[in-house]
């Protein structure tokens, strides 16, 4: 199994970035996908979350901003984030999660892929 995170660079505070996550060696529609993120200092978050079924969550912090979303036909998972902002600037990681595992409980992880913005 192997999870592909890319899309990550620099931009400046306001922008906006599209990262993705290319699944292969796992059956993509059957697992729940997830997007996390790790600042320097600070430990790792669950930014959003979405489900085999479509359904989505955020981090309070990113609502509004963010939007995640998933293609099965290209096993590719997709994290749009707008209005980005300093406290955004992070290690963005992609994770698959088999349905009815516990919350905290990830299966697979994408290598990461480095988000920094500047003010």
């Known amino acids: 199994v192997q999870l592909q995170a890319s899309g990550g660079g620099l931009v400046q505070a306001g922008g906006s970035l599209r990262l993705s996550c290319t699944a292969s060696?796992?059956?993509?529609?059957?697992?729940?996908m997830g997007w996390f993120r790790q600042a320097p200092g600070k430990e790792r978050e669950r930014v959003a979350k979405?489900?085999?079924?479509?359904?989505?969550s955020y981090a309070d912090s990113v609502k509004g901003r963010f939007t995640i979303s998933r293609d099965s036909a290209k096993s590719t998972l997709y994290l749009q984030m707008h209005s980005l902002k300093s406290e955004d600037t992070a290690v963005y990681y992609c994770?698959?999660?088999?349905?009815?595992?516990?919350?905290?409980?990830?299966?697979?992880w994408g290598q990461g892929t480095l988000v920094t913005v500047s003010s």
């Open positions: 060696g796992l059956a993509f529609s059957s697992y729940d």
């Open positions: 979405i489900w085999r079924n479509g359904g989505t």
């Open positions: 994770a698959s999660q088999r349905p009815f595992r516990p919350t905290s409980q990830w299966d697979y």
